[in-house]
């Protein structure tokens, strides 16, 4: 019987993050940093979060890793909700999702040798006897694209596009399911970058991998992911397959940060129309009324400023939270 169950659900996720002040350190506010995200991953595919910084990107991944507890909202993985889990469910779940960040580096130990930050795992999870450990770290950094050899060098005497393979390779050892990607690519060299982006997509084909890819590259993103999630202060403002939202956004800050990109086609220069992104995101410690981004939105009307819009769907697939939606011509 083949299943449609996504393998990652998330229902109305909330995190905030108490501000605390002075010598008793005293709760005076709140960072509300994910405000009811809700969003699915089928099997097989990949899920793209984007937006500018600060909007919340890497708080779900962090509460999608169980790296810290959501304020409300559930997560179910497999169709299991995580926050349920008993520690022996809980203990596989960390070997079925695993996580590749930003900066090689700073997430590899410098004192240990590649061979050992893959190993390490396979070691603590006892996944293999230690008379095979040295053929699996070969076979782990050989579809990694890197030669057995590495398994003896240490993060410093490799390059950033490197030490990303070994990253990688070391998420594989636990054979996960799910991989959070929190700017995999970001800090690479565009050429590197592309590298890297392949070996993800060839690892995806062949281990049957699901990817939530989290980037502030919106080509990288579109590249890469099936479907993807514009988050604008801690909420989605729009979702939808990747073409589709980048061929026809519906909501004006998707429209916005694509415009902010520019395009080498002189036709579509002429052709679209630009909506400017100006000032600053507001802190999620005291965000606006209504929709969150009315106070940088060309279109707002008082209806955007007392009421809070829902994410409803426009197409197939397609949702928006714009009070306005409709109101954007079609770029191209
Ligand atoms: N541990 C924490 N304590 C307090 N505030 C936090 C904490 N972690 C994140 N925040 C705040 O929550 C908000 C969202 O942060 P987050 O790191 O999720 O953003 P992001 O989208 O990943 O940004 P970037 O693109 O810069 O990585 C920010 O305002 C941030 O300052
Ligand atoms: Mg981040």
Known sequence: MTTTRPLLEVNDL???????KGFFQRTVGEVRAVSGVSFSVPR??????????????TTVARAVLQLLEPTSGVIRFDGEDVAKMDAVALSRFRGRVQAVFQDPFSSLNPRMSTGRIISEPLRVHRLK????IKAEVARLLDICGLPARFADLYPHEMSGGQRQRVGIARALAMNPELIVCDEAVSALDVSIQAQIINLLEGLQKELGLTYLFIGHDLSVVRHICDQVAVMYLGRIAETAPSDPLFASPKHPYTQALIDAVPNPDPDYEAGREIVPLEGEVPSPANPP?????????PRA???????????DPVEPGHMAACWETGTLVPAG
């Not at 006897?129 to 095979?132: G, I, K, N, R």
């Not at 009324?289 to 939105?297: A, K």
């Not at 008082?302 to 009421?307: G, I, L, P, T, V």
Request: proline share 9%.
């Open 14 to 20: 909330h995190v905030g993050f108490p501000i605390r």
């Open 44 to 57: 097989g595919t990949s899920f793209g979060l984007v937006g500018e910084s600060g909007c919340g990107k």
């Open 129 to 132: 006897p230690e008379s095979e």
């Open 289 to 297: 009324s209504g929709c969150f981004f009315h106070p940088r939105c």
């Open 301 to 311: 009307t008082d209806r955007c400023r007392r009421e809070v819009p829902r994410l």
